[in-house]
Structure formats: C-alpha cells, structure tokens
C-alpha cells in the first residue's frame, strides 16, 4: 500500500487534491498491452495516450454536433454529445481521484462510451436499428467499440485506435459483465465482439475494473443532472416540478432560501448541488464497499459478486423515481416527440437511398460498399449514416430529397 494510503487510513476521507493510488487500481500491475505491440512513450503513460487517441479521434470531434436532448440548431447553450461526455469526464475523474483510482483510465472510458451515437441521438439510434435488423440491426455501445477497434483509420500499421486492454474492457463492460447477462443489448455486445474475442479475450464475464464502474455511474450522474438543466431552461418542465422527487426535495428547499435570484441562477442552484449529493453517495457508498471486499489487486474488483463503485440503496430507489420523471416528462414530452419522430424519418430516408442507389455516397465510400456482400455492404451503410454529425444528416437529406423536415 501507498505511503499515503497509509497515512490517511485504508477508505478514509482523501483531502482536496489527494493523488494516492490504491492497490486495486488497475494502473498499479502492468498493462495488459495493446492488439499491435507498440513502443512505450517517453512523457505519457499508457493509459494517458488512450485518452489523447480518443480526444483526438474524428469520431469524437463529431460529438460536437450530435443530439444530446436537443438538435444542434435549437440553441446554443443545450448540451450535445460532446460537452455531455466533458460532464462524463470531469465527474469520472472526481469519483476516481477519491477513492484513488486511475483518474486517466476512468477519463479515457468516459470519454469513449459515446462515441458510436449517430445522429439524432437515441431517436438515430432507433431508426437504423429498425434499417439494419437484417443484419443485426445497430447499438450504440457496440458501434463505440467498433470505431476504436476498426473504423478510425489514423495509423499505418492498424486500423482503429489500439486502445490498451484496460481501456477496451471498461468501453465494452462499463455496465457489468455482457456474458451470460439476459440484456438484448448484452447479448448484442457478446454476439459483435466475438472475433476480437479471439484475439484478445477481454474477460467478458467478469466486472469491469473499478475505474470503468466508476465511467458508467458518472454517465448517470451527467445526463440526469444536465438534463433537468436543459429541460428547465427549454421550457418543458417547471420548477415547481422538483418538489415532488425525493433526491431534489432538499436540494430545492436550500435554494429557495437563498437570497432572490434570477431563474437562470436558481436553477443552477438546483443542478450543481444535486450533482455533489450524488457523487457524495457513490464515493460514500463505494469505500463501504471496498472496506468490506479488502481488495488487493484489480482482479479481486473483477472477480467480486457485484459492482463495488455504486450508489447506495436508497439514493437508487430515489434515482429511478428521477430517471421515471425525466422519462416521462422530458424525453416524452409532445415537443421532443415531434422532433425526434422526424429526424427518425431522415435516417431511415437516408439508409433506403444509400441502399438503393450507392452513387448517392461519397465516391470512396460508394466504392468501398460495391466491393462487398449484400450483408456487410449494409452495414457499411450503418456505419456511414452513424458516423453523421445531425447537421450533416440534414445537408445530406436535402441533397437527395424534395423535402426535409423542419426539426422544430
């Protein structure tokens, strides 16, 4: 154990600032390596170069224009997938530095988990499912693993971005064990990596390190907190509507007996506040857990009954109350069901055209596609309108189509 872990007593509070690195970190045995033997860094470490690959990926670029909640082009200050996955970052890094993980591993796995998002989001998301079901239809979560591993093309000697075991782990199991799990979406993720699997078997019927648990509860605590931002400042739901959630309760009852102040600033209030409570819990909750596993390495994270990096029971019971109302009100509300039923047509408009006529893709695209079966031709397609930021999807729509419709 660490000098300082010592000194500050095994799950004790970490002062500010506090970098001591646990025994169950993943960091603290060897890399597993990478799919191409490479050279080490001279100033990074191997963890830290995945972060820069992904920061510097073209498919993280294009996260910038990508639906969070709203179309780029329904304001400017609404969160979209790429400051949504900063947010993810930020409180993965929080959450990692206080119980002494790999904050660069917990970055690079929040940085990546979004990166296979089409347009649209989850309504683009929907649509080439349905386009793509001949041929397994499409997931996000598999399309992310897809682009590290195949479809960014920066290297002379690889395809994809070589990612470190670790980091390729906690992208593919940041939500628990896929193998033998009765997810769809699980059993979808087991099915799509099943030939890498034979390359580089990445354990998936074990938990994820405690940096990739730590990435998947961060993502929870970003879109749950921000979107209460954004839904307040778009209009869809009141403040007199947090009243009634238990997780918001004492948070609004503080903020109101601040001195007066404008509505933008309340509900700020409201939403940095509840992002604290929520990272206090799982911090709080997790060294209860650690306490009681006493791990030792890494593996003994990956080998326990359960994630160790969670909330507590109750502030879960208190977030799916949360995550119900968001859903109904927010995600269901008639105005974001207007538009997101019209971007879901222009994505499948776009897979039918692509289908039917590959002339209407880019040249080198067009040719890439000829060259295959129908089924893998497909998904080329797949992979072409997913790697569209939603205003590109738009441009393209128009090209190609008499009419488009108005994402208003």
Known sequence: MDQNMRHWGYGAK??????ALAPYAASRIPSRGRLYPEPDCPTRSPLQRDRDRILHSTAFRRLNYKTQMFVFHEGDHY?????????????ARTIARQLCLDEDLAEAIALAHDL????????????????????GGFDHNVQSFRIVTRLERKYASFDGLNLTWETLEGLIKHNGPPLGS?????????????????????????WPSAEAQAAALSDEIAWMTHDIDDGLRAGLIAFDDLRDLDLLIPIVEQ????PAIDSSRRIYGVTRQLITVLIADVVGESRLRLAKLAPQTAEDIRKANGPIVSFSAQTEAAARGLKAFLFKRLYRHARVMAVMDKAESIVRDLVAKYREDLSAMPPQWAADAGALDARRRMRLIGDFVAGMTDRYAISEHRRLFDATPELR
């Not at 970490?14 to 970098?19: E, I, N, V």
């Not at 799509?192 to 390359?199: D, W």
């Not at 903020?255 to 601040?258: G, P, S």
């Open 14 to 19: 970490l002062p500010p600032g506090a970098r």
């Open 79 to 91: 969160r979209n997938r790429l400051t949504h996955s900063l947010e993810v970052a930020q409180i």
């Open 116 to 135: 296979g998002h089409p347009p649209f989001g989850h309504a683009g998301e929907r649509a080439l499912d349905e386009a793509l079901r001949e041929v």
């Open 182 to 206: 009765d997810k769809p979406g699980d059993r979808i993720l087991v099915h799509a990596v099943r030939n890498f699997q034979k390359q580089m078997d990445l354990a998936l019927d074990a």
């Open 255 to 258: 903020v109101e007996r601040m």
